[in-house]
């Protein structure tokens, strides 16, 4: 695959400002391609860029196609290959001025450049070898990490471990599928290279390492996308109330109105380095109302998509009417049961009536939402349930759908061999189930892809990137 399939052009070089859109206090446009230097030495006056090492920063002057000063810059230049896309790459350092920015980058564009396609530059340097495919989604996914475990994990699998991992079963199934094609060959000479129990053995060591990194899926997109609570109760139990006082925001509208709450609203916030993505829903009670009973249906469903479940009970009425349909949309998650409003009421009455009604070991905490009595106690409660693991720039989790889905397509494949295995079938259908696995697994790091998946991929990027 080369640069041309790609980008469907041939040689041309690409510019664009890879710094976020809006005013700072600099913008940086990076130019890419075989002409990259020389296109912008025509706008440019200070240093001979010819006469620049790669990895030098130099300080002079942008001009416009008129000659005249657009702004001073700062220059840094880097040579091909060693470079983020394996071609020649400049950078220029300007002022944040949205008027320079744009400027800029016409100015370019009238030397010879091209503007950049969403993702390009990382595209580039897939084309290049410089990453692969996971490597280049990585990319975008440090970019957009909002917690520090999601940024350690994109960071991980930008590094490449994940793609050491993904080649070290790669090169076991290739080992497999030797032996096996090997007793094909010498079949008829009734040559034995492995003993059958020992490949099996093989076999079952690569579906376990394929099923670990499936499962570790469960927990990335958790990690990516934020862990999902639901804070739901019945009408008027403060569950606006606690939104709001785990946001630290006036996000919610509270009032003393039963039924206020007729949708769900989501936020989020990093609570122990991890993103948690609050879900406050309808008050759960028995209405005829058609456009509540909406809401409570919707709550029904924030409920089963919840990792955590935060079950808000009002004090001062203890009314537990609700418990039992509650409780059993809550049947395998993990369950805080928060008694709220102890402002009003200290003696914790529903305590007794909770008590032969929550699973046991369920954990419960009092609080005041109003007056953010013990929220301390409730967030480090939820930290402690989420329960994800410990992750550095060196840990291997899957957070993409597009890798999960493959995984479990390659775990699908080496499953059947080993049924074959223990079945005595043949070496060639046998084959044909490695090679499947194997392709499944190319997909991820793109050592087989399409153009469709390519463009998918990319078009998800930031232009600039």
């Known amino acids: ?88 790459v400049v950078e220029l350092a300007c002022h944040g001025s949205t008027w320079i920015q744009q400027q800029a980058v016409q100015t370019l564009i009238d030397a010879g450049c091209r503007h950049a396609s969403a993702g390009e530059f990382t595209r580039r340097a ?93 927990d990335g997109n958790a990690i990516k996308d934020g862990i999902p609570v639901a804070i739901v109760g019945q009408t008027n139990a403060g569950k606006s109330t606690l939104l709001n006082a785990l946001l630290g925001d006036d996000r919610a509208l509270v009032s003393n109105i039963h039924g206020t709450t007729r949708d769900t609203i989501e936020d989020t916030v990093i609570m122990g380095g991890m993103l948690m993505r609050f879900i406050d829903t309808a008050g759960i009670r028995q209405s005829s109302d058609t456009v509540e009973q909406m809401g409570i249906e919707r709550s029904w469903q924030a409920i089963d998509k919840a990792s955590i479940i935060l079950w808000v009970i009002d004090v001062t009425s203890a009314d537990t009417s ?6 059993g949309r809550c049947d395998g998650k993990a369950l805080i049961a928060v008694l709220n409003k102890t402002d009003l009421d200290d003696d914790f009455a529903a305590r007794s009536e909770l008590n032969h009604l929550l699973p046991q070991g369920t954990p419960v905490v009092a609080i005041s939402a109003k007056h953010d009595s013990d929220i301390e106690a409730l967030r480090n409660l939820i930290v402690s349930t989420a329960s994800l693991p410990d992750v550095d720039s060196d840990t291997v989790i899957v957070t993409n759908a597009r890798h999960y889905q493959a995984l479990t397509r390659a775990r699908d494949a080496i499953a059947r061999a080993i049924d074959g295995l ?43 990137k």
Not at 427 to 452: F, K, M, P, V, Y
């Open 422 to 464: 223990n079945s005595g079938l043949s070496g060639d259908l046998l084959d044909q189930d490695i090679r499947e696995c194997l392709h499944w697994l190319g997909e991820i790091t793109g050592t087989i892809t399409t153009d469709n998946i390519l463009a998918e991929i990319f078009s998800h990027f930031c232009i600039g």
């Open 126 to 218: 897939f084309a290049n070898g410089r990453l692969d495919l996971s490597q280049a989604e990585a990319v975008a996914d440090v970019i957009e990490a909002q917690s520090r475990a999601a940024h350690h994990v994109a960071m991980s699998q930008m590094r490449g471990h994940y793609s050491d991992q993904l080649n070290a079963l790669r090169d076991k199934l290739l080992h497999f599928t030797a032996l096996i094609e090997l007793e094909l060959d010498f079949s008829e000479e009734d040559v034995t290279f492995a003993d059958r129990s020992q490949v099996t053995a093989l076999a079952r060591e690569i579906h376990a390492l394929i099923s670990r990194l499936a499962e570790s899926y469960r």
């Open 322 to 327: 609700m418990a039992h349909d509650i409780l």
């Open 1 to 88: 695959m080369n640069i041309t399939e790609l980008t469907g052009l041939t040689g041309d070089t690409i510019c664009a400002v890879s710094t976020p859109p809006g005013r700072g206090g600099i913008a940086v446009i990076r130019v890419s391609g075989p002409q990259a230097c020389e296109l912008v030495q025509r706008r440019w006056q200070g240093k001979a860029l010819a006469d620049m090492p790669s990895h030098t920063v130099h300080l002079g002057e942008l001009i416009d196609s008129d000659g005249q000063v657009l702004d001073q810059a700062v220059l840094t230049v880097y040579r091909a290959p060693r470079s983020f896309t394996g071609e020649d």
